[in-house]
């Protein structure tokens, strides 16, 4: 199967097994972040969209500078956030697990990644795509206003958490410049 055109050039689609698999991706879908606010009919309709995709250990996920075009949310297993350094040696940046989101600002924007994801053992992952996205926001606005207003509340608690580390980084600098050049 080839990939569809509103997704990374890894990802396939894979459309959703019946039954059993689906009430359990509901309630998985249910207690991620971007949409707990979701009643159980709305949790469907994303379910009908949503890609899934399994990947083996050391299988790359995503490609670094590849343009980006949705978000990704762990299943199981997890993965590596993987940065090439000049030397092209990869250097691993981070660790995701099960129910961990990546890639939240590729919903919006489409400029390249900086980083590879690669899976670090089996695992599973869900793809939610931007075109899926606004092909929603078209045929249930009010569905697609709660994922972006929910998603711009994740993206304020992360934009928080880099300000503050960057007050902290601040503050440890100038206590580093002032022990080495103390006031006259």
Known sequence: MSASQGEDPEWYV??????EESAVLLEVLGKLPIFETLTWSELEKIERIVHRRY????????????PRSGLFVVLSGSVNVVRHLADG???VLGHLGQGELLGEFAILDDSPRSTSIVASEHCELIGFFRPDLMDLIQTDPRLGFKILYRLSQILGKHLDLVVEGLRRLRKTLQGSALAVNPPA
């Not at 894979?14 to 039954?19: M, S, V």
């Not at 990947?55 to 590849?66: D, K």
């Open 55 to 66: 990947f083996a250990p050391g299988e790359m996920v995503i490609r670094a500078w590849t």
């Open 14 to 19: 894979n459309t959703g097994d019946a039954g």
């Open 89 to 91: 040696k990869p250097h």
